[in-house]
């Protein structure tokens, strides 16, 4: 029979499930339980409480790593969203500025002819032929396209981007004089200049045409393209 009380017993059983009491006190707690069955079903249950505080805690640990896993998951996808996000805003920015550039820049808008007054057509003694050009809606001209075509008509046609400016109006291509140099043409398309138009070929300014006279050129245009 044991010795030792049961308060005393259900003491010292952490102690024994531990295994870190003394041999004599172990020997005692087994013959007290072989005919205590209440402190027995302490004992089972505090066996049972550490298996499932392993339980739990291997849980846990599993709980924690799908966690991290999502945690992991959703910064991945927060990262791979805000890349998207700069991606996307730097492609609308791109397109943006393209379409600014194109709008503003591009010079793909040939000017109508009503607006073009060609002016103070003469010859200089180089036998180029000068004039004074200006667009009367008061927008400027960025470029001049040069066409020729295989029966030897020149097409001087400007051109503008989509959204017309005024800057440089009175300095610049739109309100100017200029000169046709025939022999220069002749000699890079290879054919015998018919006539010389300004604006589209669909409804251009006549300038000059072969056979025309035209008046010599005053002093003040000679002193723009004559310079011998």
């Known amino acids: 029979m044991s010795k030792l009380p049961c308060d005393i017993v ?9 295994d870190v009491c003394s041999t004599a006190t ?3 707690i087994e013959a007290h339980i072989a005919t205590c069955s209440g402190c027995k079903l302490m004992l089972e249950k505090l066996k049972m409480q550490e298996y499932l505080s392993l339980e739990i805690i291997e849980k846990n640990k ?8 999502i945690a992991a998951f959703w910064d991945r996808s927060k990262a791979r969203a805000f890349a998207k996000g700069v991606l996307v805003a730097a492609s609308i ?4 500025l393209l379409g600014y550039i194109g709008l503003t820049q591009w010079n793909i808008v040939t000017v109508p002819t009503e607006v073009i007054r060609i002016t103070d057509i003469s010859q200089l003694s180089d036998g180029k032929i000068a004039y004074h ?4 809606d008061g927008y400027n001209v960025n470029q001049i396209d040069y066409k020729v075509n295989s029966e030897g008509d020149v097409y001087m046609v400007p051109v503008r981007p989509l959204i017309k400016s005024k800057q440089n109006y009175q300095i610049g291509l739109a309100n100017m004089y200029d000169f046709v140099n025939l022999e220069q043409i002749r000699a890079n398309q290879g054919v015998e200049i018919r006539a010389v138009y300004y604006g589209s070929p669909k409804k251009p300014i006549l300038i000059w045409k072969k056979g025309a006279e035209l008046p010599v050129a005053n002093d003040t245009v000679k002193a723009l393209f004559q310079f011998d």
């Open 10 to 18: 259900r003491d010292l059983l952490p102690l024994y499930y531990d």
């Open 26 to 28: 172990k020997e005692d």
């Open 62 to 69: 599993i709980e924690g790593n799908g966690l991290k896993s």
């Open 93 to 96: 920015f791109s397109l943006l």
């Open 133 to 136: 050009v200006k667009m009367t």
